[in-house]
């Protein structure tokens, strides 16, 4: 067995934000677990602007990666786009069956945004899981503390960091150029909240260019990965 001991130091400064490099051990056994036979699930969360979504599809695009990374397909109550295909993009299901399901406990987490439930589905995660497959998700702080809780051996949780604030600031201006301000500024606040939660992570990866955070996370990848 390889367990992997990390540490992760964050600083929120009045003007951005800065990190120590964290400090990895290893210690050797000779017996491999069935928990580590299996898949690993690959948590990426971070305030919104950070890039998160950005470095997931690019690290499943990778070709070598992509053979053993497959992107967990959430279910949502959300109407589909005309470019969206079931089982794809999402399940789409309706308010009453995703209540359903939830009771039925065979949604392992969820969340409701802007009127519609989002939820990861229980029994198609566990099934890549026990076919040894790695599974990346994209997931806020109560979603990722969620699954590294009901899987704490096969979960890899890793934050995204922006520059600084007054970089993700412009980011979510940019990216918001149709929203009100005062959304901006709600978003600008749980972003503040988010970053103070960094270092609960098991990985934290700076943004400050996407190939350099790209790298970085397909080298936590082929390190934590089940192969």
Request: glycine share 6%.
């Amino acid at each position: 067995m390889i367990a992997l001991n990390r540490y992760n130091k964050f600083k929120l400064k009045s003007n951005g934000l800065s990190a120590t490099k964290q400090s990895c051990k290893l210690e050797s056994s000779s017996l491999l677990t069935t928990k580590q036979s299996q898949g690993k699930i690959f948590v990426i969360s971070g305030p919104s602007g950070s890039g998160k979504t950005t470095l997931l599809s690019s690290l499943i695009q990778d070709k070598k990666i992509g053979k053993i990374l497959k992107k967990s397909c959430s279910i949502t109550t959300r109407p589909k786009r005309s470019q969206e295909r079931e089982g794809k993009e999402y399940f789409f299901v309706s308010a009453a069956e995703f209540k359903r399901l939830l009771k039925a406990k065979k949604i392992l987490e969820w969340t409701r945004y802007l009127g519609y439930y989002y939820g990861t589905p229980k029994e198609a995660l566990e099934r890549q899981l026990k076919g040894a497959k790695n599974v990346g998700l994209c997931l806020d702080l109560k979603g990722a503390r969620a699954l590294k809780k009901m899987y704490p051996e096969n979960t890899v949780t890793i934050f995204v960091l922006p520059p600084s604030l007054g970089t993700l600031k412009e980011r979510i201006q940019n990216r918001c150029r149709h929203t009100n301000q005062q959304e901006i500024e709600q978003r600008l606040l749980l972003a503040r909240k988010e970053l103070q939660a960094a270092g609960a992570f098991d990985y934290c990866i700076l943004n400050q260019k996407l190939s350099v955070a790209l790298k970085e996370l397909k080298n936590i990848f082929w390190q934590e990965s089940s192969i």
